[in-house]
């Protein structure tokens, strides 16, 4: 049984800085590509970032290229989203993500999903 719980979401001014963590229980964590999505609102769930089983393989959408960074720890276990000059169209429910294999989708193709944690960012 995959989970993946998230943490480190909150309340920030804009501008500010939150670090997002997710912790994966996968016994081969090194083999699983990950993700970061999020939902804003009535909205549909968007591609934030990926990274494939390297830390030199990372893929972010084109609104967070410069201001949000991914990361991997693969002893820990945790995939990182750093997340600076946090803008108010940021605010959404960040979701971790998982998919066996060297793919990286920079969709929603991912199989397991944590609970998420939520980014409110005042403007």
């Known amino acids: 049984q995959v989970q993946l719980v998230e943490s480190g979401g909150g309340l920030v001014p804009a501008g500010g800085s939150l670090n997002l963590s997710c912790t994966a229980s996968?016994?081969?964590?090194?083999?699983?590509?990950m993700a970061w999505l999020r939902q804003a609102p009535g909205e549909g769930r968007e591609f934030v970032a990926a990274?494939?089983?390297?830390?030199?393989?990372?893929i972010y959408t084109d609104s967070v290229k410069g201001r949000f960074t991914i990361s991997r720890d693969n002893v820990k276990k945790t995939v990182y989203l750093q997340l600076k000059d946090l803008k108010p169209e940021d605010a959404a429910v960040y979701y971790c993500?998982?998919?066996?294999?060297?793919?990286?989708?920079?969709?929603?193709?991912?199989?397991?999903w944590g609970q998420g944690t939520r980014v409110t960012v005042s403007s």
């Open positions: 996968i016994r081969t964590f090194g083999g699983y590509a």
């Open positions: 990274i494939g089983w390297t830390s030199d393989n990372t």
């Open positions: 993500a998982a998919r066996f294999g060297s793919e990286v989708p920079v969709n929603a193709k991912y199989s397991y």
